[in-house]
């Protein structure tokens, strides 16, 4: 299996409007805890997919993950300063967060935690 130690990374500041997505595999978990806070507005989604093999018909890859089918099951909405956590079911293989700044600056301060766990 492919290591995806590295595509969680955020390299620099999200301009308004500006996403990023953080890819990892759900198994072994059953629901995911979360936490965020921003210094501007953020749009979150929460994204599983139950496909076990890449498009191609082999393993997934870094490459081929998004083209894998996709379930939206949640979307947040976070106000500045506002520190919120969330409990979701994980119904899925694959999970894909999408985190968008829908703040008129660019983002300074951010924390995004997202853990599985068993219990």
Known sequence: MPNFAETNLATEALAPGESFVAHHSALGCTRLYT?????????????????????????????????????VLDAKTYKVGERRGHWILILGRWLRVTVKNTGTKSIKEMRVYCRGSVF
């Open 35 to 71: 936490s965020f806070a921003c210094d501007q507005p953020l749009e979150v989604s929460f994204e599983f997919s139950n496909d076990e093999i890449g498009p191609d018909g082999s393993w997934v890859t870094d490459d081929t993950l998004p083209l894998l089918n996709w379930d």
